[in-house]
């Protein structure tokens, strides 16, 4: 993906971005609280229960956990806790050592997050993962974009997506399904643009797209419309790409008939309401609203719009581009049918940010154009850096700050009080600037 001389770029890269998502630890442990007990227990006890922290869990976080023939699971996608197997693995080994050493039976007791957390989550070393993956992903998306534009705008449009989206204050803060998602599918893309001069690329997509999907159920969009791209496109290298799937994708299911006695766990085969009324909220929430609206919170994503249009103009709309745009929109209709729209507690568009490669990937035709009217480029990048650097404010002060997690519950809970998603009055992207009391 990256030619030997541009390591050390690279790497400044990499480290910049890590220094900056680890400077701040604005820890939001939802969803993500039990991916390191799995990975423990998979190391471990070789299994994915986590029965062995039953003290721990029977005073917090019961929501996150389900109970299967007699065992006790974290009800979310396992994939982000295969992403921390060697990360936990290091830490399990440490801490032995270090027991060993203290020790003057030279007894190596199995490490126990209860005893050397205090009882309380593993954040240091779940909030050092998750900048750790995410900063590797700024470097991939930085690889990604330099197949089209050079070094200096793929600098520009990689420190976009890098702070002013989603990637810094959801996918960075903790080991959310979203930050190992993000990572697949830009993957996925490289390879498949790749394949237009390497067409043995493509057959890596199945690896990484499998991935993705064990990661993130709404992956599944990607998934079947890619494979569909892949199969019209590069039918000669079809079965190696499910090959290269299979990889994944059998373990991922012999261990849901093991667990589940079904091909998919309950996360992966949700319950939904549909009412006309509640979807056309869900949908106009996710795009505009103040507390979750996509173009709220990363404005500069109008330019993903202008981008695509720019390409329509101009007759350069590729076959691959369809199938993007189809993804996307499928997505949104898909998150905006579920009842909690709004993802319960986070800090914008979490639902949606697993689009934002995608969506960056559309920015990439303005970045290329060059008008010739020098008033109209001059204007059209005023437009495109003034909302780069509101995106990256905005994404910034919920990356750093507590505030934007402490709207979720203060005045009101949004679970409970979902019309607050609406007020304009005291919108959580400005959490912490209008409202003095939750700066901090």
Not at 35 to 47: C, D, G, K, P, V
Not at 348 to 363: A, E, N, Q, T
Not at 389 to 415: C, H, K, L, Q
Request: overall charge positive.
């Amino acid at each position: 993906m990256f030619k030997v001389n541009n390591t050390i770029f690279l790497l400044i890269i990499f480290f910049s971005v890590f220094t900056i998502y680890f400077s701040k630890a604005v820890y939001w442990p939802y969803d993500s609280r039990w991916s390191l007990y799995t990975a423990m227990s998979i190391i471990q006890e070789h299994n994915t229960d986590i029965d062995e922290y039953m003290e721990f869990f029977e005073d917090e976080g019961k929501r996150e956990v389900e109970k299967h023939f007699g065992h006790y699971y974290s009800q979310y996608p396992i994939g982000s806790s295969v992403m921390a197997l060697p990360f936990v693995f290091v830490a399990d080994l440490t801490f032995r050592r270090v027991l060993a050493l203290g020790s003057t039976t030279g007894a190596t007791d199995k490490f126990d997050f209860n005893e050397y957390f205090k009882g309380k989550y593993p954040t240091g070393l779940e909030f050092f993962i998750a900048c750790f993956y995410m900063s590797l992903t700024v470097v991939l998306m930085f690889g990604l974009i330099r197949l089209f534009l050079g070094r200096k705008r793929s600098l520009l449009l990689t420190a976009i997506f890098a702070f002013g989206t989603a990637a810094w204050p959801t996918a960075s803060r903790a080991l959310w399904q979203h930050g190992p998602s993000m990572m697949m599918l830009i993957l996925t893309l490289f390879f498949i643009i790749k394949a237009k001069q390497r067409p043995e690329f493509v057959q890596f997509a199945g690896l990484t797209l499998a991935m993705a999907y064990i990661t993130r159920p709404t992956n599944s969009l990607s998934v079947i419309l890619l494979t569909i791209y892949i199969f019209w496109q590069h039918r000669e290298y079809f079965l190696r790409y499910l090959l290269w799937a299979s990889v994944i994708a059998v373990p991922f299911l012999l261990h849901n008939l093991s667990v589940y006695h079904s091909l998919f766990s309950p996360y992966y085969q949700p319950e939904i309401g549909f009412a006309w009324s509640e979807f056309l909220v869900g949908l106009s929430g996710n795009m505009f609203s103040p507390a979750r609206g996509l173009l709220v919170f990363s404005p500069i994503f109008i330019f993903s719009i202008i981008g695509f249009i720019i390409k329509i103009k101009f007759h350069k709309v590729e076959r691959l581009d369809y199938f993007l745009i189809a993804i996307i929109m499928l997505h949104w209709i898909v998150i905006s049918i579920w009842p909690m729209w709004w993802g319960g507690h986070s800090f914008g568009y979490r639902l949606f940010s697993d689009m934002v490669p995608y969506l960056i990937y559309f920015m990439v035709p303005f970045m290329q154009m060059d008008i010739q009217s020098w008033r109209w480029k001059k204007a059209s990048w005023v437009v495109f850096l003034l909302l780069a650097f509101t995106s990256i404010v905005i994404n910034g002060n919920g990356a750093v700050r507590e505030s934007g997690r402490y709207w979720n519950f203060v005045p009101t809970n949004i679970d409970q009080d979902p019309k607050r998603l609406w007020d304009w009055r005291d919108p959580q992207f400005l959490s912490g600037i209008l409202n003095k009391k939750m700066l901090k």
